[in-house]
């Protein structure tokens, strides 16, 4: 989904981190949220990075979501030229399973703010992004409220099973 609605940009810091990125979009398409997907690399494509990052606001994106192993520095990256919210997605690669990316997404320096899901959590990040949009948006906010709904349901009935 690419169009001008567009309100949150799915960046990933390679193709690999396409499945994973996924789990965001497949969110996103259930709350009805329009998105655009890219891959920009924070050690090749610095540059772009930093020009997406500057003009994601005017072109109306309100949340950038950066899915990232390794190093990924990708989050970071895109809050220094941005002061949209950034939510980092630390991917499970390398001999450290995500941990690195982890810990490179939440330790920013004071000033320069990313928010941080569990490692391979994008699900998640797509659900904080709609947060933070339905702040301004109530139908968005009702449509959150009833996934929400719709998960203790689910809750609910696998006590009512376990309990049978």
């Known amino acids: 989904m690419a169009n001008n609605s567009v309100r949150v940009g799915i960046v990933m810091g390679s193709s690999s981190d396409a499945t994973v990125a996924h789990e965001a979009v497949k969110m996103l398409e259930e709350l009805e949220i329009p998105y655009e997907q890219r891959v920009i690399s924070a050690h090749r494509t610095p540059r772009e990075a930093a020009a997406y990052a500057e003009s994601a606001r005017e072109r109306g994106i309100g949340v950038l979501i950066a899915v990232a192993g390794l190093a990924a520095h990708l989050p970071g990256v895109l809050a220094a030229y941005t002061t949209l919210p950034v939510i980092g997605v630390p991917v499970d690669t390398g001999p450290l399973r995500g941990f690195d990316a982890l810990t490179a997404m939440v330790q920013m ?56």
């Not at 320096?109 to 948006?137: E, F, M, Q, W």
Request: aromatic share 0%; proline share 4%.
């Open 109 to 164: 320096p004071s000033g320069v703010p990313v928010a941080t899901v569990g490692i391979g959590n994008a699900r998640n990040a797509a659900l904080l992004s709609a947060s933070i949009l339905a702040v301004s948006d109530v139908a968005l906010a009702e449509r959150l409220a009833a996934l929400r709904e719709k998960q203790a349901d689910r809750v609910r009935q696998a006590d009512q099973e376990l309990q049978r």
